[in-house]
Nanobody, 113 residues
Framework: QVQLVDSGGGLVQTGGSLRLSCAAS????????MGWFRQAPGKEREFVAS????????AYADSMKGRFTISRDNAKNTVYLQMNNLKPEDTAVYYC??????WGAGTVVTVSS
């Protein structure tokens, strides 16, 4: 079992940047496929980005390509989401997930116009 702690959210203006972090407990972090998801008010949770456990290949939702970058540091048991050129529609609670089984509690990102 793994526990995930999301952090790094906050209030930022349009065009700004934030870096989210997700720290994982346990000694098998490197074996998990990690992902970021988000849920905006009144909307369903949606996929943002993922990074695989082995080769570290990444995938992004279309609207995030070129603006968001997911990465992981297995030595620190941490996955990151660098978000650039933020837009008001990026406002949401962001969650990290391990193998779509374990979830963080979420971190709030608010982008002001």
């Amino acid at each position: 079992q793994v526990q995930l702690v999301d952090s790094g959210g906050g209030l930022v203006q349009t065009g700004g940047s934030l870096r989210l972090s997700c720290a994982a407990s346990g000694r098998t972090f490197s074996s998990y496929n990690m992902g970021w998801f988000r849920q905006a008010p009144g909307k369903e949770r949606e996929f943002v980005a993922s990074i695989r456990n082995s080769l570290g290949s990444t995938a992004y939702a279309d609207s995030m390509k070129g603006r968001f970058t997911i990465s992981r540091d297995n030595a620190k048991n941490t996955v990151y989401l660098q978000m650039n050129n933020l837009k008001p529609e990026d406002t949401a609670v962001y969650y990290c997930a391990a193998d779509l089984v374990y979830w963080g509690a979420g971190t709030v990102v608010t982008v002001s116009s």
